[in-house]
């Protein structure tokens, strides 16, 4: 049959990436409690594609995913991207992995215990010289206004807040390890049960631990400072304000050092 994709294209324009996205995909990530946690991750796959080529092969993309079945994890991570480079041709692969993952959590005074979704993320490129990898955690906590409490009489604004970090490291780490760093450098934690006991508390815990979107950047960013496994890393808060119509936000980011 007639290869299309390999016939020649004329418009002399490189495609820095194409290929697939949004693959719904069961792999098993680590877990430091159980072992092992099966997910239903979305998988993003993509090659660079030379100008004189009219296209790249989609299948092939799932094809190689197939062969990895059950296996698709930070230790393969590499060898998948060289993988799908070599059989589609191409100087530099990219893939990008979204997963929900869920730790027990017990709430603080009740001891009530329930599972906690986190969404955590793997993404990389390969080309000739080197792989590029990330490991990225999306932590909802709870912030204070400092200001609100400062000018109120009775009560200060507090807001649902979404912090995002990725990193780049030298060596394994658990990704529970990274989640706690962002929980501990909020206002507070988000629990998916609480009873009124447990309420009280980390509502008055919160009201005693006011921060700023800044703050809570700066306490990621000063903690990961502190642990030379990490060579970059960024960081991104969205307040969620009760009080305006927008979101706070801050960003940071440490150099790379990567090269990319």
């Given at each position: 049959m007639i290869d299309v994709q390999n016939q020649k294209d004329h418009r002399n324009i490189d495609i820095k990436k194409v290929g697939v996205k949004g693959i719904k995909y069961p792999i098993v990530v680590l877990d430091r409690t159980r072992g092992t946690q099966p997910v239903n991750a979305t998988i993003n796959i993509y090659v660079n594609l030379p100008h004189h080529f009219k296209g790249t092969h989609m299948s092939r993309f799932v094809e190689i995913l197939n062969e990895f079945r059950g296996q698709i994890n930070i230790k393969t991570f590499h060898t998948i991207l060289e993988k799908i480079r070599d059989k589609l041709h191409a100087k530099s692969a990219h893939m990008e992995i979204d997963f929900p993952y869920f730790i027990e959590k017990t709430a603080?005074?009740?001891?009530?215990?329930?599972?906690?979704?986190?969404?955590?993320?793997?993404?990389?490129?390969?080309?000739?010289?080197?792989?590029?990898?990330?490991?990225?955690?999306?932590?909802?906590?709870?912030?204070?206004?400092?200001?609100?409490?400062?000018?109120?009489?009775?009560?200060?604004?507090?807001?649902?807040?979404?912090?995002?970090?990725?990193?780049?490291?030298?060596?394994?780490?658990?990704?529970?390890d990274l989640i706690r760093i962002v929980e501990d450098s909020a206002s507070g934690e988000v629990y998916s049960l609480l009873k009124r006991v447990d309420e009280k508390f980390v509502t008055e815990k919160a009201y005693e631990n006011p921060m700023f979107v800044e703050d809570v950047v700066r306490n990621v960013a000063e903690q990961l400072n502190g642990n030379d496994n990490f060579n970059w890393y960024s960081?991104?808060?969205?307040?969620?304000?009760?009080?305006?119509?927008?979101?706070?936000?801050a960003f940071v980011e440490k150099n790379s050092i990567s090269g990319y």
């Open positions: 603080p005074v009740s001891r009530a215990k329930s599972l906690m979704e986190y969404r955590c993320s793997f993404s990389g490129q390969n080309d000739v010289s080197k792989t590029d990898f990330l490991v990225g955690v999306i932590v909802p906590v709870t912030t204070v206004c400092p200001c609100s409490k400062e000018i109120s009489n009775m009560g200060a604004h507090n807001q649902r807040s979404i912090v995002t970090v990725k990193v780049r490291f030298k060596k394994f780490f658990w990704i529970e960081i991104e808060a969205e307040n969620f304000e009760s009080i305006h119509n927008h979101s706070a936000y």
